[in-house]
Nanobody
Framework: QVQLVESGGGLVQPGGSLRLSCAAS????????LGWYRQAPGKQRELVAG???????NYADSVKGRFTISRDNAKNTVYLQMNSLKPEDTAVYFC????????????????WGRGTQVTVSS
């Protein structure tokens, strides 16, 4: 059974930082493409960042230069370091995994976590 469990969300002031983690089980982690999506109230879920099994990354334009996705295959964990946070980054952030990177980057892969809330507010 595949499980993706996010952690690290919370309330942070504008300009602050958070690091999200997603621990995976039930998959051969090292061969999977991974991604982070987010969904704000009243909006569609959108891709934030993706990373291939080989470490190649892609980012949404809105987070380039502020967010960094990384993976630790030894720990079966993918991270999202978020710096210079803005109120518009407020959303539920979801971890995503699939064999196919094109699916992660477009509609999302087969496996999803339950999400972690990030709120950016003063």
């Amino acid at each position: 059974q595949v499980q993706l469990v996010e952690s690290g969300g919370g309330l942070v002031q504008p300009g602050g930082s958070l690091r999200l983690s997603c621990a995976a089980s039930g998959i051969i982690f090292g061969i999977y493409a991974l991604g982070w999506y987010r969904q704000a109230p009243g909006k569609q879920r959108e891709l934030v960042a993706g990373i291939t099994s080989g470490g190649r990354t892609n980012y949404a334009d809105s987070v380039k230069g502020r967010f960094t996705i990384s993976r630790d295959n030894a720990k079966n964990t993918v991270y999202l370091q978020m710096n210079s946070l803005k109120p518009e980054d407020t959303a539920v952030y979801f971890c995503n995994a699939d064999h196919r990177y094109d699916k992660v980057l477009t509609k999302g892969g087969d496996y999803w976590g339950r999400g972690t809330q990030v709120t950016v507010s003063s």
